[in-house]
């Protein structure tokens, strides 16, 4: 750990202390002065937030328009994945296998792929767009990544014509074959909102009370151990 010399650690002990008294004050005045400006920054521009907004769900928002077949996903796969992944998506050493493996799930060998495991297609579409080919992420044009996607359809027998043209149009009528075992988390503890309603995403009101504060709990152990470690049975995960 950095240790400061006496002088500077209060110091420094002061300036967080003023900063924190700082920020109370700040966030205290966030909703009153909603517009001040604090010299910070800048505002992201158009460009900015367009790249950064490429998240795509499962009921198709998001997706980039375009569109794409397997037959012509087959030649694309083979130029920028299937080094790794295998002609057939089937997965060179062990890099990722993307298809076959269904039924196996309860099997002593679950072999997980786009069609035995993913519940929803979109998961597909915002994965490759992001994130592949690896180590080359976010280079694939949309209607290449259309025609790579209903490539691995086709390798998974989810679709079974090599022409059926795979769009923001039609992507939400194809339906993953593991879709259904996928179930709403019903524990009474979770949050769910089909039971809680939507979670609040604007001027929410928080009833979170401070019940304790850390430096009494002594969470932080001083040299020789804090008191809590002291009692904490040996072994214990407390
Ligand atoms: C250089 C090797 C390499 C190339 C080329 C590559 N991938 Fe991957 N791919 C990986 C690795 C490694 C992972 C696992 C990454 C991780 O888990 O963080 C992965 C994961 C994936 C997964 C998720 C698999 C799963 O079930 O979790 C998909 C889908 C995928 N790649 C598709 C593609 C597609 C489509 C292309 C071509 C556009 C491609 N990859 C190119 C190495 C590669």
């Given at each position: 750990?950095?240790?400061?010399?006496?002088?500077?650690?209060?110091?420094?002990?002061?300036?967080?202390?003023?900063?924190?008294?700082?920020?109370?004050?700040?966030?205290?005045?966030?909703?009153?002065?909603?517009?001040?400006?604090?010299?910070?920054?800048?505002?992201?521009?158009?460009?900015?937030?367009?790249?950064?907004?490429?998240?795509?769900?499962?009921?198709?928002?998001?997706?980039?328009?375009?569109?794409?077949?397997?037959?012509?996903?087959?030649?694309?796969?083979?130029?920028?994945?299937?080094?790794?992944?295998?002609?057939?998506?089937?997965?060179?050493?062990?890099?990722?296998?993307?298809?076959?493996?269904?039924?196996?799930?309860?099997?002593?060998?679950?072999?997980?792929?786009?069609?035995?495991?993913?519940?929803?297609?979109?998961?597909?579409?915002?994965?490759?767009?992001?994130?592949?080919?690896?180590?080359?992420?976010?280079?694939?044009?949309?209607?290449?990544?259309?025609?790579?996607?209903?490539?691995?359809?086709?390798?998974?027998?989810?679709?079974?014509?090599?022409?059926?043209?795979?769009?923001?149009?039609?992507?939400?009528?194809?339906?993953?074959?593991?879709?259904?075992?996928?179930?709403?988390?019903?524990?009474?503890d979770?949050?769910?909102?089909?039971?809680?309603?939507?979670?609040?995403?604007?001027?929410?009101?928080?009833?979170?009370?401070?019940t304790m504060h850390a430096r009494v709990l002594d969470v932080t152990p001083e040299t020789g151990g804090s008191k809590n470690n002291e009692d904490a049975p040996k072994g214990s995960i407390d």
């Amino acid at each position: 750990m950095l240790k400061f010399p006496k002088a500077v650690s209060r110091r420094f002990a002061q300036v967080t202390a003023a900063a924190m008294v700082a920020g109370v004050a700040m966030s205290g005045m966030a909703s009153a002065e909603e517009t001040k400006k604090f010299g910070l920054g800048r505002e992201a521009t158009e460009e900015e937030v367009a790249a950064w907004d490429i998240d795509v769900r499962p009921d198709g928002k998001g997706l980039p328009v375009g569109k794409g077949n397997a037959a012509k996903g087959e030649a694309i796969f083979a130029a920028k994945c299937a080094i790794c992944h295998g002609d057939f998506a089937e997965g060179v050493d062990r890099w990722p296998v993307l298809a076959g493996g269904r039924d196996t799930l309860k099997s002593q060998n679950p072999v997980k792929t786009v069609g035995s495991y993913w519940p929803y297609l979109s998961t597909a579409f915002d994965y490759i767009h992001r994130a592949m080919p690896f180590g080359n992420a976010q280079t694939l044009k949309p209607d290449e990544t259309y025609s790579i996607i209903a490539y691995i359809l086709l390798m998974n027998d989810v679709i079974t014509d090599d022409q059926f043209e795979l769009s923001d149009k039609t992507f939400t009528s194809i339906q993953m074959p593991n879709e259904k075992n996928f179930i709403d988390d019903d524990r009474p503890d979770a949050k769910n909102v089909k039971k809680d309603g939507e979670p609040c995403m604007k001027d929410c009101k928080s009833d979170v009370k401070i019940t304790m504060h850390a430096r009494v709990l002594d969470v932080t152990p001083e040299t020789g151990g804090s008191k809590n470690n002291e009692d904490a049975p040996k072994g214990s995960i407390d």
